[in-house]
């Protein structure tokens, strides 16, 4: 058997070796090592491929969120909305930008915010809510919107986990995540869906206006060559990035669907099982499982992530310290604040390899161990 990863971006990049050679030689020989054609090119076919009018590639996807709210226009002390429950980068910018993060609870059956909890949590401060597609699932985009709309907010997508996801309204037309929101930030962290060989990331919106805006202060806050009309900080994704990421983007359907086929595996292999809550897939939300993250019920998880591991398994936990408890939030008081739901998954999910090259010796080991474990 193949050794486990919890992602093998290895074996993914064997099987476009030829293609991703022969384009990163091709950038060294022009050496346009800054904005060359490719960086335009993989602009044009992203927006394509997601139906997006605009796309403003960016060094990485905490630069994407941060450019996004820089451009909306938000004063020292505003409040954006997000969910407790996701990776650091979502809320950090928030504080970064002196504005104030305010955490709400999760839906536990999505990973994605509350609607409700979200409603409640608005008040006359509020400018924006950043909605996270968790995992790989949609958030529930059609209520968030609706919302926004009546209280007058910006919506922006964190979208760096579920590139590909298809969202479903429910008069049945379909719009990809990233590109609901007034604004959609993504990464190309080697490890997300459509990952680079090193960092990268991309803004979307459909806003012309906007565009101009996201453009410009992601360099410098230039309008035309040295001058500058904002401040703006310098975030670029190089062309060798862009040529890789234009030749994967192309595969990344086939990506998404490797990732369901293991996915799908999982959940055959654990239905049933009463101490494990496979990952639910709502019906407006097609599911792109960036992770696989099961709720443990009655199991000592770190026992299990410590069985696995002696077994050449990895297992992560995504994510053990929410949002509202981290020290870096300590000025705004947010620990003390009661989570119950967010609390309940923190010590409750764990996260099973996934990736595009799992096979099927490999996935019947890790569901075997894992059940042996939870069985015992
Ligand atoms: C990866 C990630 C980011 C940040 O992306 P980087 O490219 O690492 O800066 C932001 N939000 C979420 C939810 C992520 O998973």
């Known amino acids: 058997m193949r050794p486990i990863q919890m992602v093998d971006t290895k074996t993914q990049y064997h099987k476009i070796k030829s293609d991703v050679d022969k384009e990163v030689l091709d950038v060294l020989e022009s050496s346009a090592f800054i904005n060359g054609k490719p960086v ?6 992203l927006s394509a491929y997601l139906g997006v009018k605009h796309t403003i590639p960016c060094a990485n996807g905490t630069d994407a969120l941060q450019i996004a709210m820089m451009a909306l226009g938000f004063q020292p002390g505003d409040e954006v909305i997000t969910p407790s429950f996701t990776y650091i980068a979502t809320t950090e910018v928030i504080a970064l930008l002196k504005l104030t993060p305010v955490f709400v609870e999760v839906d536990p059956k999505t990973f994605c915010i509350d609607p409700t909890a979200l409603e409640k949590a608005i008040t006359p401060k509020t400018k924006a809510i950043v909605p996270v597609h968790l995992y790989g699932h949609a958030a529930p985009m059609e209520e968030i919107m609706a919302i926004a709309k009546k209280y007058d907010l910006f919506v ?16 049945g037309t379909k719009k990809k ?11 190309f962290y080697p490890s997300k869906n459509l990952g680079a060989f090193g960092d990268g990331g991309a803004i979307f919106t459909n806003d012309d206006e906007l565009a101009v805006k996201l453009k410009m202060i992601a360099n410098h ?3 035309k060559r040295y001058y500058h009309d904002v401040v703006g900080c310098n975030s670029r994704l190089d062309t060798i990035q862009a040529a890789i990421l234009d030749i994967k983007l192309r595969h990344l359907d086939e990506y998404t669907i490797a990732r369901r086929a293991a996915a799908d ?9 009463p101490k494990i809550k496979t990952p639910y897939r709502a019906p407006f939300s097609h599911h792109v499982f960036h992770q696989y993250t099961m709720i443990l019920e009655g199991v000592d998880r770190d026992g299990l992530n410590q069985f696995l591991a002696e077994h050449k398994i990895p297992s992560m936990i995504y994510y053990p310290v929410p949002g509202h408890k981290q020290k870096m939030f300590e000025q705004f008081g947010t620990a003390s604040q009661v989570m119950p739901v967010t609390d309940w998954l923190t010590g409750r999910v764990i996260s099973l390899p996934m990736h595009t090259e799992l096979d099927e010796e490999q996935l019947k080991f890790i569901t075997n161990k894992v059940l042996e474990y939870v069985n015992k």
């Open 40 to 45: 335009q090119d993989f602009a044009a076919n």
């Open 156 to 171: 922006i997508e964190d979208n760096a986990q579920a590139i590909g996801c298809d969202y479903t309204f429910s008069d």
């Open 177 to 187: 995540t990233g590109t609901i929101g007034h604004i959609g930030a993504t990464s």
């Open 221 to 223: 806050g230039q309008s």
């Open 265 to 273: 595996f999982y959940d055959k292999s654990f239905a049933g099982n």
